[in-house]
């Protein structure tokens, strides 16, 4: 059984910055994809960003672009996302997810597309 771990969640002031981790803890299938989604309290889960493992290939909501950026290391079998200018909008819940199976941009922003999800990272920020 896969699991994903996230970590470096926190409290921060508008403006500042964070960055997410998120780390499986076993390599037991070949990753194609891994996002980010988030959940606001009272709201559905939404998706923030996603990134293909091989081509590195990046697609962001418009809510996030050109603020947050995902990233991948093989060798650490680790997805981040590094979250810039944050605002009281971008308090929630961030999950990481991933998938082995590929699909198009607008698939890998649904949440049915992944079938290893973390347990969730509070993000909250001050104005």
């Known amino acids: 059984q896969v699991q ?3 970590s470096g969640g926190g409290l921060v002031q508008a403006g500042g910055s964070l960055r997410l981790s998120c780390a499986a803890s076993a390599r037991t299938f070949s990753t194609y994809a891994s996002a980010w989604f988030r959940q606001a309290p009272g709201k559905e889960r939404e998706f923030v960003a996603t990134i293909t493992w091989s081509g590195a290939i ?3 909501s418009d809510s996030v672009k050109g603020r947050f950026t995902i990233s991948r290391d093989f060798a650490k079998n680790t997805a981040y996302l590094q979250m810039n200018s944050l605002n009281p909008e971008d308090t929630a819940v961030y999950y ?3 998938t082995p199976y590929s699909g198009t941009f ?3 922003q ?3 597309s992944y ?3 973390g347990q969730g990272t509070q993000v909250t920020v001050s104005s």
């Open 106 to 108: 607008y698939q890998l």
């Open 58 to 60: 990046t697609n962001y």
């Open 4 to 6: 994903l771990v996230e």
């Open 96 to 98: 990481c997810a991933r």
């Open 110 to 112: 649904q949440t049915e």
């Open 115 to 117: 079938d290893y999800w």
